[in-house]
């Protein structure tokens, strides 16, 4: 499961570089909710979350790094590099998809690794 959930997530990824919409929507569950760092910082709905992926995307053009973890029914995405978020973070943000039947059902955002990890039932990376 750990690696069909990277392999889920790196379509997952390719689809919002080639800006396909309809490929992002279709692996989005109806009712994802997409919680960033903050608690004001939610999306619901995946028009809305694909909507601030891509917009996301296109602001923050330098990426240093990327790594992909993956778990049994989760997968972190941790992306280093020049961001738009309008908060200071140490590592940069992890999210944290929930995936469920090759949909993703929710995405929460961390500051931090080890708080990431354990979301995704890791203890240590």
């Known amino acids: 499961m750990k690696r069909d959930n990277i392999e889920f997530l790196v ?10 919409r309809e490929a992002l929507l279709a692996t989005l569950d109806p009712d994802v909710v997409w919680q960033g760092p903050q608690q004001e910082w939610v999306c619901c709905g995946p028009e809305e979350v694909v909507g601030v992926f ?4 296109d602001e923050a053009r ?17 992306a280093r590099g020049v961001g738009v978020l309008e908060i200071e973070l140490d590592d940069e943000i992890y999210n944290v998809f929930a995936i469920q039947e090759r949909r993703i059902t929710r995405i929460d955002d961390y500051a931090e690794r080890r708080r990431a990890l354990a979301a995704a039932g890791l203890n240590d990376g």
């Open 11 to 20: 379509g997952w990824l390719d689809a919002l570089r080639r800006d396909d």
């Open 62 to 78: 330098e990426v240093d790094a990327l790594e992909l973890i993956g778990a049994e029914r989760h997968a972190i995405r941790h």
């Open 54 to 57: 891509s917009s996301q995307r």
